[in-house]
Nanobody, 123 residues
Framework: QVQLVESGGGLVQAGGSLRLSCAAS????????MGWFRQAPGKEREFVAA????????NYAYFVKGRFTISRDNAKNTVYLQMNSLKPDDTAVYYC????????????????WGQGTQVTVSS
């Protein structure tokens, strides 16, 4: 099992930027595919981005492509989500997740989750 702790959320105006971090412990970080998901009030949790173990291959949801960037630092056991050009529709609780499966957008394949960090984008 891996423990995940997110940080970096907050309140930002539309057009602004935030960088989320997720620190992992309890398992060899480089063995894990890491993902970011989000859940807005009244909506289901949805995939945002994911990154492979070592090659750095990434996958993005269409609605963040070109605005968000996922990256990882295996030496620091940390995955990041750089969010630029934020929109009010990006308001949600953002969750970090880990899986030993292949790169996937399916939340059911991720076995470990952080507690979430709130991102609020004002118009």
């Amino acid at each position: 099992q891996v423990q995940l702790v997110e940080s970096g959320g907050g309140l930002v105006q539309a057009g602004g930027s935030l960088r989320l971090s997720c620190a992992a412990s309890g398992r060899v970080f480089s063995d894990l595919v890491m993902g970011w998901f989000r859940q807005a009030p009244g909506k289901e949790r949805e995939f945002v981005a994911a990154i492979t173990r070592s090659t750095g291959s990434t996958n993005y949801a269409y609605f963040v492509k070109g605005r968000f960037t996922i990256s990882r630092d295996n030496a620091k056991n940390t995955v990041y989500l750089q969010m630029n050009s934020l929109k009010p529709d990006d308001t949600a609780v953002y969750y970090c997740a880990a899986t030993r499966a292949v790169l996937t957008t399916d939340s059911g394949r991720y076995g470990s989750w952080g507690q979430g960090t709130q991102v609020t984008v004002s118009s």
